[in-house]
C-alpha cells in the first residue's frame, strides 16, 4: 500500500512539475494583452516571471526526477515551445508594437527577429559541452527591455541593435549559459542577478528613467557580450 501511495505521489509531483514549467506560455499570453493595451511595464514583468520560472523548472524536474516517472511526456518539448514563445515570439510582438523602431521599418525587422529565431532553434550544437551557447541565443526579451526601456528614442539604434543580434545568431562565439557549470559559472549568476534586478527597478519606476540604472543594465549586457568573445579566444 505504501509503495502504491509512494508511486502516486511521485507521479503526482511529477505532472505539477510539468504543469509548473507550462504556467510559463500562460505568463507570455498575460504579456500580449498586456501589450495590447500598450502596458508595457506590467508586459516585461510578466515576461520576467516567466523566465524565473524557466530558471527554476529544470531543478524541480531533476529533484522529482521528472524522466524517470513520466518517460512518455517530453518535458524538453514543453520547455522549448515555451521558451521559443516567451523569448521570442512574445518580445518581437512587444517591439513591435512599442514605436521604438522607425516605422518603414517595423515589420521587417519583427520577421528578421522570427526568421532568424526559428533557425537558431534548428541549429544543431546550440550548446557547446552543456556550458555554452554557440552564438546569440534567444534572448529577445532582454532586446526587448533594452529596446523600450532604455533606448526608446533611439530608434535607429533599436534597429541596428536587432539586425547585429540577429546576425550573432550565427557567429560562433561562445555565450554564457549561466545555469551550467562552467569556469566563470559564479560570476556569471551574480551578473544575471544583477542585471534581472536593475531590469526590475528600471521597470518599477519607467517611464521615469534614471541614467545610472540604464547604464548599470548596458554594463551587464557588455558582460556578456566580452564573456562571449573572451570564452571563444580562450578555448580556440
Same mark, same amino acid.
Given at each position: 500500500?505504501?509503495?502504491?501511495?509512494?508511486?502516486?505521489?511521485?507521479?503526482?509531483?511529477?505532472?505539477?512539475?510539468?504543469?509548473?514549467?507550462?504556467?510559463?506560455?500562460?505568463?507570455?499570453?498575460?504579456?500580449?494583452?498586456?501589450?495590447?493595451?500598450?502596458?508595457?511595464?506590467?508586459?516585461?514583468?510578466?515576461?520576467?516571471?516567466?523566465?524565473?520560472?524557466?530558471?527554476?523548472?529544470?531543478?524541480?524536474?531533476?529533484?522529482?526526477?521528472?524522466?524517470?516517472?513520466?518517460?512518455?511526456?517530453?518535458?524538453?518539448?514543453?520547455?522549448?515551445?515555451?521558451?521559443?514563445?516567451?523569448?521570442?515570439?512574445?518580445?518581437?510582438?512587444?517591439?513591435?508594437?512599442?514605436?521604438?523602431?522607425?516605422? @518603414?521599418?517595423?515589420?521587417?525587422?519583427?520577421? =528578421?527577429? #522570427?526568421?532568424? *529565431? %526559428?533557425?537558431?532553434? +534548428?541549429?544543431?550544437?546550440? $550548446?557547446?559541452?552543456?556550458?555554452?551557447?554557440?552564438?546569440?541565443?534567444?534572448?529577445?526579451?532582454?532586446?526587448?527591455?533594452?529596446?523600450?526601456?532604455?533606448?526608446?528614442?533611439?530608434?535607429?539604434?533599436?534597429?541596428?541593435?536587432?539586425?547585429?543580434?540577429?546576425?550573432?545568431?550565427?557567429?560562433?562565439?561562445?555565450?554564457?549559459?549561466? @545555469?551550467?557549470?562552467?569556469?566563470?559559472?559564479? =560570476?556569471? #549568476?551574480?551578473? *544575471? %542577478?544583477?542585471?534581472? +534586478?536593475?531590469?526590475?527597478? $528600471?521597470?518599477?519606476?519607467?517611464?521615469?528613467?534614471?541614467?545610472?540604472?540604464?547604464?548599470?543594465?548596458?554594463?551587464?549586457?557588455?558582460?556578456?557580450?566580452?564573456?562571449?568573445?573572451?570564452?571563444?579566444?580562450?578555448?580556440?
Amino acid at each position: 500500500m505504501s509503495q502504491a501511495k509512494n508511486k502516486f505521489q511521485s507521479i503526482a509531483l511529477a505532472w505539477l512539475v510539468h504543469l509548473f514549467t507550462a504556467t510559463g506560455i500562460v505568463f507570455g499570453f498575460l504579456a500580449i494583452l498586456a501589450t495590447n493595451e500598450a502596458d508595457f511595464r506590467t508586459a516585461m514583468f510578466y515576461l520576467i516571471v516567466a523566465a524565473v520560472i524557466d530558471g527554476v523548472d529544470g531543478t524541480l524536474a531533476r529533484r522529482f526526477r521528472v524522466k524517470e516517472v513520466l518517460p512518455k511526456i517530453n518535458g524538453s518539448m514543453i520547455d522549448t515551445v515555451v521558451d521559443f514563445t516567451n523569448y521570442a515570439v512574445v518580445p518581437t510582438y512587444m517591439i513591435y508594437k512599442a514605436g521604438i523602431l522607425p516605422e @518603414s521599418l517595423g515589420l521587417y525587422l519583427a520577421a =528578421l527577429i #522570427l526568421l532568424t *529565431s %526559428a533557425s537558431y532553434y +534548428g541549429k544543431e550544437g546550440m $550548446v557547446y559541452e552543456e556550458k555554452y551557447f554557440i552564438g546569440f541565443p534567444v534572448l529577445w526579451n532582454v532586446v526587448a527591455f533594452f529596446c523600450i526601456f532604455v533606448f526608446s528614442d533611439y530608434l535607429i539604434l533599436n534597429a541596428i541593435l536587432i539586425v547585429v543580434l540577429s546576425i550573432l545568431h550565427f557567429v560562433p562565439l561562445k555565450f554564457p549559459y549561466p @545555469s551550467r557549470p562552467s569556469r566563470y559559472q559564479k =560570476l556569471d #549568476l551574480a551578473i *544575471s %542577478a544583477l542585471l534581472m +534586478g536593475t531590469m526590475l527597478t $528600471v521597470i518599477y519606476f519607467w517611464p521615469v528613467e534614471y541614467v545610472f540604472l540604464s547604464w548599470l543594465a548596458v554594463v551587464c549586457g557588455f558582460y556578456f557580450l566580452g564573456m562571449a568573445v573572451w570564452n571563444t579566444a580562450r578555448e580556440a
